[in-house]
């Protein structure tokens, strides 16, 4: 492509992939390595984790402001590979291990209250992560088999909808409401199917360029980032509503890590890999989402 100064437009051939100035930057440490976390929820700049591995750790919150990590209260009941969405001071923390519970608990940015259990008791589930605590979707994660299992939340009770396409646990996920949501990857066999959910139904949609189990993920349908993963896996992709595309490494690696925010404007913390400490935070920031630009 270059530009044409005497006729002041743009030139080039074909079409090509535009990608976005995008980098990775340290954050804060989290006070406690650890990883297979309890969930998830919040933006960058007002990040909330919860539970995870190692035990006694698995009760443990965490928030973050965007620049330091400070303990909150502890969930009532500790667990690992659970879900979560909402905000920094209303979320969700759903199901998980040990036992695959069925127990369910909300935050209101001091306390965890004990809420209505889900149908399906599940761990390494996904979920809407950014959509609000009072409108959420679970789907996947292994009830001792693998599950495609689905339940849509609304504020008070679970109900189940239609399940995956593909039945898989650990898997990557993201979406900022109900209706809305992507869920990547997965095991067993680390996997590359990415399936969309629209508020009715599963649709396969493009895969991933790597395959890998435990990633993170954020941001939404048309914008989207695929963190990670494992084994031992420092790989991002950005995806545009269409299409994958490769973008920068973390400097760590974040198997089964916290993450959210969104698909511009990411954080990943914590998450076990070989040879490091599961404490290391890392933001992502990037000037637009992917988009293919075509020339004439």
């Not at 920094?88 to 306390?111: D, H, K, R, Y």
């Not at 994660?141 to 299992?149: E, K, L, W």
């Amino acid at each position: 492509m270059w530009f044409n100064s005497s006729s002041s437009t743009l030139k080039g051939y074909g079409t090509a992939a535009g990608l976005p100035g995008a980098t990775w930057a340290s954050g804060s440490n989290i006070n406690s390595a650890r990883s297979e976390f309890g969930g998830d929820a919040g933006t960058q700049q007002a990040f909330l984790i919860f539970g995870g591995q190692p035990s006694p750790l698995v009760a443990l919150t965490e928030s973050y402001n965007g620049s330091s990590w400070t303990e909150v209260n502890d969930l009532n009941a500790g667990r690992y590979y659970a879900t979560g969405f909402g905000t920094q001071t209303s979320a969700i923390c759903a199901s998980g291990n040990p036992g695959a519970t069925v127990n369910v608990e909300s935050w209101n940015g001091s306390n965890w209250t004990e809420t209505g259990n889900v149908n399906t008791g599940r761990w390494g589930a996904g979920s809407s992560k950014s959509s609000p605590s009072t409108s959420g979707l679970i789907a996947g994660g292994s009830t001792g088999s693998d599950t495609g299992a689905t339940e849509t939340w609304n504020g008070s009770a679970w109900t189940e909808v239609a399940d995956l396409n593909t039945a898989r646990r650990q898997v990557g996920s993201c979406g900022d409401s109900q209706t809305a949501v992507l869920i990547m990857s997965g095991n067993p066999a680390p996997k590359v199917v990415v399936e969309q959910w629209n508020g009715t139904s599963w649709t396969e949609v493009g895969d991933v360029g790597a395959s890998r189990y435990g990633g993170g993920g954020s941001g939404t349908t048309t914008s989207a980032l695929f963190i990670g993963g494992a084994p031992d896996s420092k790989a991002n992709e950005l995806w545009n509503g269409t299409s994958w595309t490769e973008v920068a490494d973390t400097a760590k690696y974040h198997d089964v890590a916290a993450s959210g925010g969104s698909g511009v404007s990411a954080i990943v913390a914590g998450g076990r890999g070989s040879g490091q400490d599961a404490h290391f935070t890392e933001e992502w920031t990037a000037d637009a989402t992917v988009s293919t630009v075509t020339t004439s």
